[in-house]
């Protein structure tokens, strides 16, 4: 008989191996509860639903900045633009492709929210102060496609 | 020997059954006309169970005893293989992981060749509607992705395709119509079929058409079930004597395949047109993957309701991953015309495509069927399906051909995705298009590729042309080519290089790779050269579409044909990568190409179509007026000679057919 958490843990441990940020990705997922008893589907759906959190917080701040920094209203709101096409339509397609079986669109919204996460960052050449949260987004969303990668 | 016009319930009236059950359980009751399979389902899972491991072996022996057969090759014709392409099958394909390196296309745009870090670029109205295109297809709004059931049917070409019909981005999958008399002008129609049944709840995903003898036609398509379950569906016209094929009905029985033991429930989709074989049965082939490997499953049938896995797959090939959207087809040895998909004999060989899951191109490979076992045996087991040709070298995914049998010809569907940012696709509100339909036929040259072509009815949206004989293109220079407009265009050229250059060129071992290469600016003596495509006067946006030779050991000659996107936009959210491959030139051929631009698209064609390229492209000052054309020679030392022909290109008009519902 083989000890139940520890080759749950293992699972986390196989699948982290395989994505670029190795410690990232275990305490993501070993934060949620469900990771213990997931596949690598139901691992990656967790995954984006981090990223859906982080997201939304991300956009949430950017929010409040624009009010609080109006030297930075341009490069913000295209920021607020691409955490939206984050939020509206990278996270529901990789949700939806992981639950209904075409896992490819998964590994495209995930790719697109890191490469959005990118671009916001890009819009303040250097003097960003969003670099926190673009690096978790984009982190995390590298991450994802990683985990992803492994159901194709 | 069975009909080959097999019973079909032609039109039933709607029925409480085809509401889709709250608790998922199957709706058991169906009309006495035909029966469930259901003890005969049990038996087949438990064949099932047994012959998915007898076949996988067989395969493994089927690889292990493979004969190196080439076609008839002349000595003049280089390999098609390229030096990447000749890995063994046996070896895992160096497949792109992750965001770093990139399976789709939208990944890591930032660091696929754009320097300097510019601001976000600003998407204004203008630049973004300027991108929609003015004679491909695309729907009105929102996601496009596969192209369905392709078929003809008094007087018209019907299209379906997969459609989001509320984001710009994939989800919600319902079929889309449409309907054209050319396949060019087309009309939209209402949607064919949505998700209104526990069989297809989770989507209305990829299918194929086939028109029996006596002109039924037979829809069979994948459902995503209410469990996510991957099955496969019958549907068929509700009213044959409409031409527009408005309304489909489902059949009450479905689903009529489901996955197979061995197979996992979500790796069993897109069926493929089917057809007949000499015993008196209709064959259709699904594709799928056992561990690494990619397979195309062979079904049996009479009746398109009861199916029988035969005991081997039609081929798999190791470490290719999942076979999505196969397609299996005849071709003429000896020439242009198409072949009806059941067609078969001595003078005809057979080619297997699949689209790779795991990197999002399409494959093919030319071999022979056998239809005693239902297998096909690739000429070439080096540039076998997955490691060898792909149709198109850039963004092409998920293609069908379908026998026109109006014309005789076989036609290539092909979804081309987007490959911006998705935070651009949200601010237009639409996303992908389909490539102009191309005819497929084998090379009779080389014998060992398929040729494309764009359908001979694009020629009719040609307007006026601009002529430009012998032009002569010096080393490192470029000329600007005097066109009206330059983004809806038709263009076929010509080059020569300067023979002597050629003659006294010095060998290299350079290795040459499109992709790898520094794009246009990768100069040798002989090149690269061709045309700079949606460039603005300044030549800061600029697509290069070009030949490079390179001469090799014994002074064999080698050229690659490529599309350089690393200029192609000032903005930073867009692929920037360069696209293409090796193409054959034979002894005594000039380079010749054709490319159609039309707005945010450009296809190109190398050598009639030996090789082609579909590329998206987002400039932000190349476009309306400021767009131009320019003939450009970079190489070191060979002048070139370039003899074009350009039309402008009208618009197809493509909207809604007038007074449907």
């Known amino acids: 008989m083989f000890s139940v958490a520890q080759s749950d843990a293992n699972m986390i441990s196989q699948t982290c191996k395989q994505t670029p940020y190795y410690n990232l990705c275990v305490s993501c997922l070993s934060s949620d509860p469900r990771s213990f008893k997931a596949d690598v589907r139901g691992l990656a759906l967790i995954m984006v639903n981090i990223v859906k959190a982080k997201a939304t917080m991300s956009l949430h701040f950017i929010n409040q900045l624009i009010q609080r920094r109006p030297g930075l209203k341009k490069p913000l709101s295209y920021c607020a633009d691409n955490y939206d096409a984050i939020l509206t339509a990278d996270i529901p397609e990789a949700v939806e492709a992981l639950q209904k079986g075409d896992p490819k669109f998964a590994q495209d919204g995930a790719n697109d929210a890191a490469n959005e996460a990118d671009l916001c960052e890009a819009n303040f050449h250097g003097k960003s102060p969003l670099t926190k949260f673009n690096k978790v987004v984009h982190d995390t969303s590298a991450t994802a496609s990683a985990i992803v990668q492994q159901l194709l | ?661």
């Open chain 2, 1 to 661: 020997m069975a009909d080959p016009n097999p019973f079909l319930p032609i039109s039933q009236p709607l029925h409480p059954t085809y509401t889709s059950l709250p608790d998922g359980t199957h709706p058991s009751g169906s009309p006495a006309t035909h029966s469930l399979p259901s003890k005969k389902l049990l038996l087949g899972i438990f064949f099932g169970f047994l012959l998915v491991f007898l076949f996988v072996a067989l395969i493994g022996d089927h690889n292990g005893s493979q004969q190196n057969i080439l076609s008839q090759e002349d000595e003049n014709v280089a390999s098609l293989a390229s030096p990447k392409e000749t890995a063994k099958p046996e070896t895992l394909r160096p497949i792109s992981r992750g965001v770093s390196a990139g399976v789709s296309e939208k990944a890591s745009l930032i660091s696929s060749g754009s320097e300097s870090s510019t601001d976000q670029y600003p998407w204004n109205n203008s630049m973004l509607s300027w991108q929609r295109t003015a004679f491909h297809f695309q729907p009105e709004k929102n996601w496009m992705n596969d192209p369905n059931g392709p078929l003809y049917y008094k007087g018209w070409y019907h299209f379906f395709y997969q459609y989001n019909p509320h984001a710009a981005v994939w989800g919600d999958i319902v079929w889309g119509h449409a309907v054209s008399r050319d396949l060019i002008r087309w009309l939209h129609l209402p949607l064919a079929m949505v998700a209104d049944q526990w069989y297809d709840q989770n989507g209305v995903w990829t299918g194929s058409a086939t028109i029996l003898p006596d002109g039924k036609i037979v829809m069979l398509y994948t459902g995503s079930t209410n469990e996510s379950v991957q099955v496969q569906n019958l549907a068929y016209p509700a009213d044959p004597s409409d031409p527009l094929l408005l309304d489909w009905i489902k059949y009450s029985g479905n689903p009529v395949l489901v996955p197979p033991h061995g197979i996992d429930t979500k790796d069993f989709r897109d069926p493929t047109t089917a057809w007949y074989t000499s015993e008196g049965k209709w064959r259709i082939s699904i594709g799928s993957k056992v561990g690494k490997t990619g397979i195309a499953l062979i079904y049996d049938t009479e009746d398109f309701i009861n199916y029988k896995l035969q005991p081997q797959a039609l081929h798999g090939v190791p470490g290719t991953g999942m076979w999505e959207c196969v397609d299996f087809y005849p071709v003429s040895r000896n020439g242009e015309h198409g072949l009806d998909t059941s067609a078969n004999g001595p003078e005809v060989k057979h080619v297997v495509k699949a689209s790779l899951d795991d990197d999002r191109h399409d494959y093919y490979a030319l071999g022979t069927y056998s239809e005693l076992n239902s297998t096909w045996t690739p000429d070439n087991p080096d540039i076998d399906v997955g490691i060898g040709l792909r149709y198109d070298y850039g963004i092409f995914y998920a293609s069908k051909t379908f026998y026109d049998q109006n014309k005789g010809r076989r036609v290539l569907w092909g979804w081309i995705g987007e490959s911006d940012s998705e935070v651009a696709d949200v601010k237009k509100g639409w996303a992908s298009l389909q490539g102009i339909p191309r005819t497929v036929s084998l090379d009779t040259k080389t014998g060992s590729n398929l040729l494309q072509w764009p359908v001979e009815e694009v020629e009719s949206l040609r307007l006026r042309s601009n002529e430009f004989d012998k032009v002569e293109v010096k080393p490192g220079s470029v000329v600007p080519l005097n066109l009206d407009a330059a983004t809806q265009l038709d263009i076929i050229a010509e080059f020569e290089l300067d023979k002597k250059v050629l003659e006294n060129a010095a060998e290299s071992n350079e290795e040459f790779n499109c992709k790898t290469s520094k794009g246009a600016a990768h100069r040798n003596a002989l090149g690269p050269f061709g045309l700079l495509v949606l460039a603005d006067d300044s030549l800061a946006e600029q697509t290069p579409v070009y030949f490079y030779v390179t001469k090799g050991r014994n002074g064999t000659l080698k050229t690659f044909f490529c599309t350089d996107q690393s200029r192609s936009s000032a903005a930073n959210d867009v692929n920037k990568q360069t696209y293409g491959n090796f193409v054959p030139v034979l002894e005594g051929e000039n380079f010749t190409l054709r490319i159609l631009v039309d707005h945010s698209i450009i296809e190109s064609f190398a050598q009639g179509g030996r090789t082609t390229i579909t590329s998206r492209v987002y400039p932000t000052r190349a476009i309306y007026g400021r767009a131009k054309l320019f003939l450009f020679n970079n190489a070191i030392k060979a002048n070139v000679t370039a003899s074009l022909k350009i039309w402008q290109m009208n618009s197809a008009f493509i909207r809604p057919y007038p007074n449907t519902r």
